[in-house]
């Protein structure tokens, strides 16, 4: 879980030091919010910059490669499914015999 409170990333002793560990625990908290990022969809990805910055502002290059991803994933989606691929072998010498019979 996320920790939102500065007060959990300093020692409660007199001079309110930092934690040792705390290069450690940004680097969870880090890692948290990329996975969570990761999960999103690119028209989500898009949702959530227009929330932060405003429609069509900010992050510019962030929208372009979402619009390519989303503009690909629209192409990949039109595409005509795949038919299986056919044996192209010939079969061993019982299957031939039996085919031509």
Do not use: H, W
């Amino acid at each position: 879980m996320i920790s939102n409170r500065k007060n959990d990333r300093l020692y409660t002793d007199a001079n309110r030091s930092k934690r040792p560990d705390l290069c450690a625990m940004r680097r969870k908290e880090a890692q948290e919010r990329q996975s969570a990022y990761n999960k999103l969809t690119a028209k989500a990805k898009l949702d959530r910059l227009d929330a932060m910055f405003g429609a069509g502002k900010g992050a510019s290059r962030e929208r372009a490669r979402l619009a390519k991803a989303l503009e690909k994933a629209a192409v990949e989606s039109v595409k005509a499914p795949s038919k299986e691929k056919k044996d192209d072998k010939k079969g061993t010498s019982k299957e031939r015999k039996a085919k031509n019979k």
